[in-house]
């Protein structure tokens, strides 16, 4: 069964960074799409930011420019890279893979930006 494990979250001041990682246990083949949600309180979840197998990434307009992610396939992870980071950043982060089809999703990790 595919799990996914995230680090990185935490309380940073405004204009501050951190990294998020996402490692999957468990074989995993055939992962087309790695990538961010996240969900403030009281809000829908919402898409981060995107990265395909081939490299294509795609970033929500809030986050364009602060944001980076990468990933490391032979190792079946992603990073969210998080710069410049605001107040309305705070949410939970979670990562997600769909793999043949599957969404499979993390537990989530808490970012929290205040000073």
């Known amino acids: 069964q595919v799990q996914l494990v995230e680090s990185g979250g935490g309380l940073v001041q405004p204009g501050g960074s951190l990294r998020l990682s996402c490692a999957a246990s468990g074989s995993i083949f055939g992962i087309y799409v790695m990538g961010w949600y996240r969900q403030a309180p009281g809000k829908q979840r919402e898409l981060v930011a995107t990265?395909?197998?081939?490299?294509?990434?795609n970033y929500a307009d809030s986050v364009k420019g602060r944001f980076t992610i990468s990933r490391d396939i032979p190792k079946n992870a992603v990073y969210l890279q998080m710069n410049s980071l605001k107040p309305e950043d705070t949410a939970i982060y979670y990562c997600n893979f769909v793999v043949s089809g599957t969404y499979y999703w993390g537990q989530g990790t808490q970012v929290t930006v205040s000073s």
């Open positions: 990265i395909t197998r081939s490299g294509n990434t």
